[in-house]
């Protein structure tokens, strides 16, 4: 098999990266008059106020998964032929809340590439505030039912020096935990990427074990 070099954006890829910089996607008075009269302030009370409530809420999420075991091995070699099952485990700043595991390999000509992360937040509205976040830069998407308490993906075609690759993100949110899979192909003989059907399906398919794992509490 003769050797292809790897387009700039994907060879940047097979460099250790920190976890998690996944891109972010979208989803998609009456007039008033013065008053006739001016309020008397009422009087302040005396004596003590309550103290503000420092009860903690509690977290449904207190540490990511392991990402590497929540693909099956079956999932991993028809989404990543050639792949390692066990795939490979980037390093974090914060391996309790955020951990990412990605599947890469050349199979012939045909080249796919696989990020499964996980990232617990501190409440459901930071994992909400988040969600929304990664979603507000993107279109042309749609939301995926039955993903934890939303989920959401996208589809993109890029093409560098006539090389296609096509990515497909899903981002999904389980009370206050993320999910984020990546999915992306390329054919280096044909210089065609795989159709979107087909990186969508996948990167669902994954989101959906992935999801199923953090819900199940997999370590």
């Given amino acids: 098999m003769r050797s292809f070099p790897l387009p700039i954006a994907l060879t940047a890829r097979l460099s250790p990266v920190v976890v998690l910089a996944v891109a972010g996607w979208a989803l998609s008075s009456g007039s008033s008059s013065e008053p ?6 009422p ?6 106020r309550s103290a503000p409530s420092t009860t903690a809420v509690p977290k449904t999420y207190t540490a990511a998964p392991a990402p590497c075991d929540s693909i099956a ?4 070699k028809s989404l990543v032929p050639g792949a390692k099952a066990a795939g490979k485990e980037i390093k974090s700043t914060d391996s309790d809340l955020r951990r990412t595991c990605s599947w890469n390999a050349l ?19 930071a994992a909400e505030e988040s969600y929304r976040g990664r979603l507000k830069d993107r279109s042309g998407g749609g939301e995926v039912p039955g993903l934890g308490d939303a989920g959401y993906s996208v589809v993109d075609l890029t093409t560098e020096d006539k090389q296609q690759t096509r990515e497909g ?3 999904a949110r389980a009370s206050n935990a993320l999910v984020v899979v990546t999915y992306n192909g390329s054919d280096f003989e044909s210089k065609k990427a795989p159709s979107t059907d087909e990186i969508n399906k996948g990167a669902i398919k994954a989101a959906k074990e992935a ?3 953090l819900l199940d509490g997999k370590a």
């Avoid at 009087?43 to 003590?48: D, I, K, L, V």
């Fill in 107 to 125: 199979d012939g000509y045909e080249y796919r590439w696989l990020d499964v992360s996980f990232e617990v937040l501190q409440s459901d509205d």
């Fill in 73 to 76: 091995e079956k999932t991993v």
């Fill in 43 to 48: 009087a302040e009370t005396t004596g003590s």
């Fill in 36 to 41: 006739q009269a001016a309020e008397k302030k």
């Fill in 211 to 213: 999801m199923a794992a």
């Fill in 169 to 171: 993100v899903v981002v």
